[in-house]
């Protein structure tokens, strides 16, 4: 039994899917001599796919981005079509007789002990082009995005080292019962892909790839983060009535989906859910969520092979808004950076720090056509919506500054009267802030007449208050939401939003999980937006508090000193005001 961080609920119990075996477990199996010409061939197939793939995206991303943006494909197909490159995969091939993805391994190792060497950064760099280029030729030669899970008898465990968003979106409607991720934490977007689809999942997990393999059986435990590879007879039989109940309690609760969202004493609450495409918002209407609080729109991005046009941005926004709750959506606009990187947009070359640096509204602000094309779709989806009722909100990412803001407001207007002007159907829509830097949301009443919303982006803000990266399994222990100076600055920003009637939403994970939703309740928050799956849970457990009660439990946590003892308080307190629902709470 392994112990990782537990990011996603539930119990779950399935086959093992290990993706990208390939990095991880090079086939060792030598070619016979008869298969060489063709395992020769496959490879330069895979060589013409990459070459037309890098050379459609040189062109589209030339024309819509810039020519700077699409060096980098230039680069990567140079670095492709380099004398040395194919002629050591060619002699692998050839005289060991290894397979070509085997031999992209050997040379991916090889670059990356050279490179490890010297002591130019920039150079250090470049081995990142060479992974990019091999993890291209592979998928070509492997078809490892689209894993044939199919020949595998489910339930599976997808095992991974990072999931990536296209893998996720790759796996599509296989049977995933439970994900495993060596590298990632709480709030990493692997670990909000499998809440969002409420798949029991565990990250953090060093070196589980070289420990399971395709085929194992696996127990998932989502509660404390407990993985066990091929577990003896006894301990799988009582993971498989954990797993029942589990099933069970989500089933019941699904129930309540068409009631409202009330306390113990009646108040009205807003649950939304946070959503990275189309299949949530469909689970969102299916769990029972009022409307959509967050669209992660760079999913759009990270899953589209290049960049998307303003028509093209449109139909997804459209279809998005149809799906969802009572047709209402709040947009975010492209949060890339950090974690979440798009070649086309510059992100090639690492930063040192890139959650500080250049990401989200910053890197937005520097290629303003790119914003703009997104902006405008959004107020043309916005203006369709209207016709069937719906309501769109734009919000924006990273903000640190009144300046910001302002800028941000005089760019919506902008592209507002363009559409105007050029006679498209548009609809002018609320402007929010994301509030997730600490800069931001320490002076957010002086920012409130800049916004018409705000929403609090709780997991970056979180990891920037505790100075603690997110996806850092080494730092988890401090980038907790639940910390006594974490529970201050939200005490803070909801006063103020109140203070001044400003609509306020909290967006981050945090909404969704049972002891932080009773303390913003008790904080005097009224709308939530969490992963879809979430919702049936929370809106049973706010049936079972009153606001005084809430009100009384953060009176008491608020003088609590640490972390460790609002965890151990909120514990007890959930024992007591819903037993059942201990099943669904991590860590
Ligand atoms: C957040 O930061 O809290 C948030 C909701 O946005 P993301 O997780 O996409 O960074
Ligand atoms: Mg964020």
């Known amino acids: 039994m392994r112990k990782g961080i537990p990011v996603s609920p539930g119990v779950a119990i399935g086959t093992a899917y290990c993706i990208h075996q390939i990095f991880v477990n090079p086939d060792t199996k030598r070619l016979e001599d008869s298969e060489v010409t063709a395992e020769l061939a496959r490879f330069e197939t895979a060589r013409d796919l990459t070459a037309a793939d890098l050379l459609a995206l040189q062109h589209k991303v030339e024309s819509q981005v810039g020519h700077d943006e699409a060096a980098i494909f230039a680069v990567h197909e140079s670095i492709m079509r380099d004398v040395a490159f194919t002629k050591k995969v060619r002699g692998w091939i050839v005289d060991d007789r290894l397979n070509a993805q085997t031999a992209l391994h050997k040379l991916l190792d090889e670059y990356t002990a050279l490179f490890a060497r010297t002591k130019d950064d920039y150079l250090k760099e470049r081995v990142n082009d060479v992974r990019d280029v091999v993890i291209r030729l592979s998928a070509h030669l492997t078809d490892v995005t689209r894993p044939e899970t199919g020949v595998l008898p489910g339930p599976l465990i997808v095992v991974a080292d990072e999931l990536l968003p296209s893998q996720v979106v790759a796996l599509g409607d296989a049977d995933v019962h439970g994900i495993v991720t060596q590298a990632g934490s709480q709030t990493s977007h692997a670990a909000i892909i499998a809440r969002s689809r409420g798949i029991p999942a565990v990250s953090g997990l060093p070196g589980i790839l070289r420990q399971a393999k395709t085929g194992d059986t696996i127990v998932v435990d989502g509660r404390d983060g407990n993985v066990t590879v091929n577990p003896a007879p006894e301990t799988l039989a009582a993971f498989r009535k954990l797993e029942r109940e589990f099933f069970n309690l989500k089933d019941q609760l699904i129930e309540n989906r068409d009631q409202a969202a009330v306390t113990k004493d009646g108040v009205e ?140 407001r005089a760019i919506v207007r902008r592209c507002y009267k363009q559409l105007q002007i050029q006679g498209k159907p548009c609809a002018w829509v609320p402007v929010g802030v994301m509030l997730e830097v600490p800069a931001a949301a320490i002076s957010i009443d002086t920012m409130l007449d800049t916004v018409d919303f705000v929403s609090i982006g709780s997991n970056d803000l979180v990891q920037y208050l505790m100075a603690a990266d997110r996806d850092n399994p080494k730092v988890s222990h401090l980038c907790q939401p639940l910390s006594p100076p974490v529970l201050r600055v939200l005490k803070n920003v909801i006063a103020a939003c109140r203070d001044a009637n400003k609509p306020v939403t909290l967006c981050g994970e945090m909404a969704g999980q049972p002891s932080a939703f009773v303390l913003l309740l008790g904080l005097g928050l009224r709308s939530f937006s969490m992963s879809p799956s979430f919702v049936p849970s929370i809106k049973e457990l706010a049936t079972h508090l009153t606001i005084d009660e809430a009100e009384a439990i953060v009176t008491k946590v608020m003088k609590l000193k640490t972390t460790m003892q609002v965890k151990r308080f909120m514990s007890s307190q959930m024992e007591s005001i819903a037993p059942n629902l201990k099943l669904l709470e991590t860590g």
């Open 269 to 408: 609450l807003n649950l939304e859910a946070n959503i990275n495409g189309l299949t949530d918002a469909q689970t969102a209407g299916a769990t029972g969520a009022s409307a959509v609080g967050l669209f992660r729109t760079e999913y759009i991005y990270l899953t589209h092979p290049d960049v998307p046009d303003e028509e093209e941005q449109l139909a997804v926004y459209r279809e998005i808004i149809d799906a969802s709750p009572n047709g209402s959506v709040t947009i975010r606009t492209l949060d890339i950076g950090g974690d979440k990187t798009v070649p086309y947009l510059g992100h090639s070359h690492q930063e040192a720090n890139p959650f500080m640096g250049w990401r989200s509204i910053r890197l937005s602000f520097e290629h303003p056509d790119f914003f703009a094309t997104q902006i405008r779709a959004v107020l043309r989806a916005a203006g369709e919506a209207k016709t069937r009722n719906g309501k769109v909100r734009l919000m924006f990412p990273m903000i640190t500054t009144i300046e910001e803001m302002r800028r941000v």
